[in-house]
């Protein structure tokens, strides 16, 4: 989901600034509403923990650029559900500035477009959660249809985006739309796999209910909503 330099250039730009702000407002309003529910201090090391897996997900694990954008195994859905919405908000903006820093400067320019497109979907999947999820239902009892439906939804938004900012800047020409086309089939393959990530990663959790109440992890994990 890294849009590749100079696709959206020159006074363009400034658009991602508005939509970063806006970003960081979603951001902030999922942390501080993880601060009434839990506390500040288990937001601040779960966002730690976040944090140092984006940046593993974004430079360690494969990516490959396809089309206007690069390819990458966010694994937004499986964040939220171990994590919460506000650490992992937090985490997605900070591991994607600290890789922008440290070893891809070239994606700084990009950066408010390239937080948008995580954030959004983000703060979209946590409205879904609440529609599909039974209150009743811990997150660590989730199914692969429930799972499935996340990830979908919080990928489809982030190719919904690069889509747009690829239009944005590169217009309707054909080797543009082609392009755009291709990031988004190749982005299909995340979509099939992040559910089942998911399922392993909430199976260990089920093996692991000893762990319950760890701040680390967020509460709705082992326990109904309240």
Do not use: C
Request: charged share 10%; proline share 4%; aromatic share 12%.
């Amino acid at each position: 989901m890294h849009i590749e330099p100079g696709i959206v250039d020159g006074a363009k730009i400034t658009l991602s600034y508005a939509t970063a702000a806006g970003s960081f407002g979603l951001a902030g309003k999922m942390a501080l509403d993880t601060i009434r529910a839990e506390g500040a201090a288990a937001l601040a090391l779960r966002t730690l923990a976040t944090t140092a897996l984006v940046f593993s997900f974004f430079e360690v694990f494969p990516h490959h650029s396809v089309g206007v954008s690069e390819v990458h195994l966010i694994l937004g859905s499986t964040l939220f559900l171990i994590f919460g919405a506000g650490a992992a908000g937090l985490g997605l903006a900070l591991g994607l500035l600290l890789q922008g820093l440290f070893f891809a400067p070239f994606d700084l320019p990009q950066y408010g477009m390239n937080v948008t497109t995580l954030i959004v979907p983000l703060f979209a999947m946590t409205f879904l959660a609440k529609r599909i999820i039974p209150q009743a239902t811990a997150y660590k009892d989730v199914g692969y249809g429930q799972a499935l439906m996340l990830s979908s939804a919080y990928q489809g938004g982030t190719v919904a985006w690069v889509a747009f900012w690829s239009l944005y800047g590169g217009g309707l020409g054909a080797q543009n739309l082609a392009a755009t086309a291709s990031f988004g089939a190749a982005y299909m393959l995340v979509v099939v796999l992040e559910p089942l990530i998911d399922l392993a990663v909430l199976g260990l959790a089920k093996l692991s209910s000893r762990f319950s109440g760890f701040p680390l992890l967020q509460s709705r994990l082992y326990r109904a909503a309240v």
